[in-house]
């Protein structure tokens, strides 16, 4: 259930749905019963951690390098501001991925040290600190004024001296 929720994109409200009851019990099983919101919503963080940790691992053991992207924008709704960080990266079948990372809260003001500290913070979180190639951003003041602090994380041996 959780999974069909995530991906379709439904509220945990379906999950209760009276209709999903009739069409479970009357043409896939008619033991079926309903899972409650709260269970749907126990069962998606775990699946959230899971996968979470099977990133951090990953890219613990991943020998190549990423790209990051990063955006700030506001939900004009509740006034909030969110970041999201996404990294992209080319496997060895020359396959490319991109995962992402965080979409974090981020209601601080939108200085250069607080962009560059929660962009670190979710880098070490993935172990993904000293494997940025290249980060890419929106044309925001801040985060084009950032960019000096945060190509600190490139490194200068960030090609490790080969291409490939």
Aim: glycine letters at 4%.
């Amino acid at each position: 259930m959780a999974n069909l929720i995530c991906e379709e994109n439904l509220p945990y409200l379906f999950s209760e749905s009276l209709a999903l009851r009739d069409y479970a019990q009357g043409s896939l099983n008619p033991q079926f019963r309903n899972y409650s919101r709260k269970t749907v919503k126990k069962e998606i963080i775990r699946l959230y951690n899971a996968e979470k940790e099977r990133l951090q691992i990953f890219f613990a053991n991943f020998d190549g390098r990423v790209t990051i992207c990063s955006d700030i924008w506001e939900d004009d709704f509740h006034h909030l501001y969110y970041l999201g960080l996404t990294a992209h990266h080319i496997d060895e079948d020359w396959n490319m991925h991109k995962r992402v990372l965080a979409f974090r809260e981020f209601n601080d003001r939108h200085t250069v040290e607080h962009i560059y500290i929660l962009i670190e913070r979710i880098l070490i979180e993935y172990n993904l600190i000293d494997k940025v190639f290249a980060i890419g951003f929106d044309n925001a003041t801040n985060n084009t004024a950032a960019i000096p602090r945060l190509r600190e994380l490139c490194g200068a041996n960030s090609l490790m001296g080969r291409f490939f």
